[in-house]
């Protein structure tokens, strides 16, 4: 990075044998451990009870963190925003109802202790990743941070993305691949997900990495084959939009056409960690450095 | 496909549910079947000991068919071409040492009676897939085709191609997916590997549809990752540059960054069946519809 | 735009013809009169020395306004991140020296107050180009803004991000083209210049645009043919990134490969002058319907 | 490219102010001298009276050649495929009608000789730019070639292609630029012209280069000003597609939506004239060396 002064570790240095993952810990949950970490919920909180059901349906599936958004960054400004305030605290109870922490969205540098007092993490969105402004703010307090890549952001530009967070004393960071803008595909799907990329991220530097299928297909029908190429790409966890049960996808307000259901989910929970079991074969030859002759 | 009459299934026409799968034969290899195929070689063939023992060492390691160029589509006229019918010659007596059915590009239309001669199966490269003189041809011959994805095509390019193909009589063709150009990745890659494809593919069509992770990737670490990422993406199988046991990477005459080890190549065997083996919950879902609610 | 009300002209409604073009007027400059504009001056303000006789060097060549970043959005956190509020009372000198106005970007919610006090025109990077609560800010405050198009951004999204300005009060707004990411092209430049998007804003809104041929490259040597191009598919002005006579390139702090030189400035500014004549062939036959027979 | 011997000279390697550039003669015309040369034709050959009477009307617009094919490589093989060699006779007639010389396709290795008779100069498509065999068979004929750039071709590649036609001993090459595929400029056009390779092709060969508006964007209302913008840009010429003055838009077999009128053809090519007079002041300061700096 530049050759300068780096908080974390910088691309390429340390040999692959070497390697020690950090754990990023979220309440009970740790990201970088051996078990993957499902995230599911919403899309942008709506109501609370279709958020609260929603967070009961993805516990019984099986996720460990509740996500859903209460400040949505959209595209124009005639669509639904996100309740704000009123969203945060419809998430905490859907937390307190669960047990399950909550991640949500911050895309504003002047709602950091607020979106704070009411979330177990911060997510900075692929439209914030490098509004650096407030990449400093959430490097300065104290709760983990999911770093979402831009759309077309390089490597480098994302890693750099997470020493502006590092830089502020939070190093408590999680990195979200949730698919790259490549536009001839749009027959079939919204974003091309990028797996190659996690290999390449676990490589550079230690920090945990997760995937979002939803938004790196932008098709329901391809999200669960998607999760599933996640964990066998070597991601640490997913995160997943889910519609609940019995809503009707016309009538969800964002992004209707990513959400999978909760049954489904239970299923992805389930396959997930039998793909995970198939990766040992790799894990024990990178351990042993085989994988590099 | 244009509203025209198709051979092949139009886009996007039957509902999942119904869907059969064609299998693809090739020998005893069925691809399209439950157990995914692997295919691994030399990207090019160089020489008899280089390429028999090689084809000895990847059916150790549990490969299913054996590849290797004779004809090198090579981006610069001053790089090695391949060994011609020589090449094609050796890969015979590979096929007959090891009993490996045999896949090599065909890249020029005079050439597919020369190929066809000494091949199992004839691959139609990334460069080649819009070359329609070279798929009507290859579709008036008997042999199976794996046609690869163009490196910046559409879903409905490639499936026009393989109609190309088909409207010449010959619909034993298996895709392959080999990456998409992005460009902003080559910090880690060479290719961005578009595992979204496949369930796009199986959806759209009855063809098979394997993985190319050499090509998809670039980088001989990520492929492992890649490999068993195609496979839980949907994949009908994967075919792997390999790299003999006792050759030197400096002395590689064509891609020698991609090529994977064949004790790596048995692990990621092993692996790939136990991912196939996760996919089951999913594969059931989709069989009862249960996923498109 | 979605259907909703918007304070823009819609994509695609009025007939060609009958369109009148919105000027936007800084000072005595006005985008979207025939006459195009040219902006010219540093990337980064570094010394209120340089700032000032790059000015007077720049106003000498014949440009119309002087650009020049006080607060940088840099990749790394440990690049120069400009003077801040130092740099915008350099601008202000600049200004009153030569009678320049000034555009700079302001890239925190937080300091559109403060940027406002200084510049002319409020410049939105791309990387904020779906920073909303940057843009709900700018469209409150009474100052033009030149908003960039993000790096990959649709034309739909830029027009969206131009209606979150707008639906704030302001539509004083000044589009700017400044490449996208394509990346297969890094041999030659750092960004493809996309100069297609210039007659389609003209069709879509009545704002005018303008080119940054210096980002759309990111070459020193591209910028003058880039420059000529930009005028030429019918663009409203040019943003130029200059290197003073006496500034050895490698003393400069950012971007130091595509700035051009004042005595190249000038030869653009004459030529481009020539280029916006040889348009009206083409302008006459828009007025008048011909085009789309 | 590679290190290894080259026919055509070496990327980057003279001083831009050394450089002689190659003029490619067909017949009368001259590619590479200072007027700009303008090809216009239709897309596809399809009757003979609408062939004649289109090139006479390019004629008197002021073209200089003629385009039109007669193989044509059509995505699906169920659309028009052209005329073969009726095609090429007809373009032989317009030839002899108007005296304008005729560049078309070919995309067989065994129609070379076929089209060599009919026309007078080759055209290799973007599908073709890496069918080697075909690269080296119009390399080992005589007649000029107008290699058309790959759709996601990088520089390297691209003139690599070229050598595949030089080593055969022609170097009467002319390279045709006609845009690269983004993807999501989807809404305005059908692949964003990259005009910055313009200036690159030039510092990295002294081969003559042209652009295809008509491809470039795929929207007859964007042809005039990409045009504009290819000349501007230190484009040697255009080729451009033109549908007859009594033909119906709706009537074309191929590419309808690109065609524009010979009326505005003509209002273009006195347009580029003047546009290219303009480029003086940036040619006569790198003949002196003056951009460098």
Redesign the interface.
Known sequence: ??G???TLRA?GSPA?AARTRRVVQVGAVAFGAPRPVVIAGPCAVETREQTCSLAREVLAAGADMLRGGAFK???????FQGLGEEGLRILQEAREETGLPVVTEV????QVDLVSRYADMLQIGS??M????LL?EVGRQPLPVLLKRG???????WL?AA??VA?GGNTRIVLCERG??????????RN?????????VR??VDLPIIVDPSH??GR???V???S???????ADGLIIEVIGLKTRRADVLCDAEQG??P??LA??V???G??R??????E??RASG????
Request: proline letters at 5%.
């Open positions: 990075m530049g300068t002064a780096s691309l692959p960054p959209r595209t124009s400004p005639y669509d895309l504003d540098v002047r439209r914030s490098q509004n650096f402004p400093r759309m077309a952001a390089t490597l480098h530009e750099c020493e502006y830089s790259v803008r490549t536009g001839w595909t749009a027959e079939y799907d091309t997900l990028d797996l190659n990329v996690v290999e390449a490589r550079a790196g297909t329901a029908h391809l669960p084959s998607a599933l190429a996640g964990i066998a790409a070597g999978i259901r049954d489904m299923r992805v389930r396959a997930v039998q793909v079991a198939a990766r040992e074969e790799i024990a030859a085989a994988e590099d002759a």
